[in-house]
């Protein structure tokens, strides 16, 4: 491993040495296939050796992940979401472990997990990086938290050094595989092109085994887009809430300056509580979670306990959560609510529901 290890620093080195122009443009493209198969070679080696590594069972509705560096406030701000009582202090690395706590929401349960704080380099393996990092790709949506903007860049950083794009999604590339014929690019976007040529497009797809296929590339991507989505079973595209803390020693330069890098940024206490109503909000929206009331025919609809659905869910979707034999026992659907044209509305199996929709289901018996 150390042979792999010294030959990721002799390419990054490289990187950083040579200007990017047009000229080097393929080079660097080269370089950078070379580095991302270095450092999956080394990850897969380093997971067969194994080690204690860090672990959570995924519970609820959604799962969160919190990261940030050491003492940036995530216990303080597990504590002040959930009923997790994670150990809170004033110096570095105090979770040693990842603590799950639940946040309750519009009565959802999202679990929050407050993982061990991850120090620059961490997403090349440095402090167990790439272990607690591993934690984070189980999230259906990751908190980058930090006290100000550049806390908020390192890790950022670092999950992308990881493998973890936030904000992203997979790169539009469809890959056929041919059995003879060569490599053959089609670009739906000229301007591609310029960033991304036939030959390091060639090269890199032989770096990886390809040697006869057909690619097309629907999105105007550079090298490391290319990568993305070459290696996009490896990477994990994840949605991502940026989260600057300890708000009440912020002074109002500070947080203009913060906002002009992170517009979104949401600014919370957990010392006095500001800013906690609207992060759970956040939350809940970023999840994409909507709630689904059902009623028995000829009764009203029970509205204290919902059904938590992900956007874009179906009534299929929601069959299949109540029972196994829902969707094949399923005669038709009642539906009231923003998701049908009219009140009591039939609708079958396809049909997608939207928030507060209540449902009243048919089903053969």
Not at 24 to 44: F, V, Y
Not at 106 to 116: H, N
Not at 121 to 147: H, N, P, Y
Not at 300 to 320: E, Q, S
Request: glycine share 8%; with cysteine.
């Amino acid at each position: 491993m150390m042979e792999i290890e010294e030959k990721i620093k002799e390419i990054e080195e490289e990187i950083r040495r040579t200007p990017y122009n047009k000229a080097t443009q393929h080079h660097i493209g080269i370089l950078k296939a070379k580095l991302a198969k270095l450092r999956d070679e080394l990850e897969s080696r380093q997971a067969k050796k194994g080690g204690t590594g860090f672990s959570v069972r995924k519970q609820g509705d959604a799962t969160v992940i919190m990261v940030g560096p050491p003492s940036v406030g995530k216990s303080t701000l597990l504590n002040a979401l959930t009923n997790a009582e994670s150990k809170v202090g004033e110096y570095d690395f105090t979770t040693l472990n990842v603590i799950p706590g639940m946040l309750e929401y519009k009565g959802a349960q999202i679990q929050l997990v407050d993982i061990p704080g991850i120090i620059t380099g961490a997403g090349k393996g440095k402090g167990r990086g790439k272990e607690i990092l591993s934690v984070a790709r189980i999230g259906d949506l990751i908190l980058i938290m930090g006290e100000n903007a550049k806390q908020i860049d390192e890790t950022m950083k670092e999950l992308y050094n990881a493998g973890i794009r936030i904000n992203k999604k997979v790169p539009d590339v469809k890959i056929k595989k041919k059995d003879s014929g060569g490599i053959s690019v089609v670009y739906s976007k000229e301007s591609t092109r310029k960033k991304l040529d036939e030959k390091t497009i060639k090269q890199i797809m032989s770096a990886y085994g390809y040697h006869n296929a057909e690619v097309i590339i629907n999105d105007d991507i550079d090298v490391e887009g290319f990568l993305d989505a070459l290696l996009a079973n490896r990477r994990k595209f994840v949605k991502g809430l940026v989260v600057i803390t300890k708000l009440d020693k912020k002074t109002k330069n500070e947080i203009q300056d913060i906002v002009r890098y992170y517009p979104s940024a949401i600014f919370v206490s957990a010392k006095n509580g500001k800013g906690i109503n609207e992060l759970k909000e956040k939350i809940f929206e970023a999840l994409e979670l909507i709630r689904v009331y059902t009623k028995k025919i000829g009764e009203k609809p029970k509205m204290d306990k919902p059904m938590i659905l992900r956007k874009g869910n179906t009534i299929r979707d929601m069959c299949k959560r109540i029972h196994k034999d829902f969707v094949t026992k399923f005669k038709y659907a009642k539906v009231w609510g923003d998701s049908v044209k009219f009140p009591g509305q039939t609708v079958g199996l396809d049909h997608k529901l939207k928030d507060n929709d209540v449902v009243e289901l048919h089903i053969r018996k």
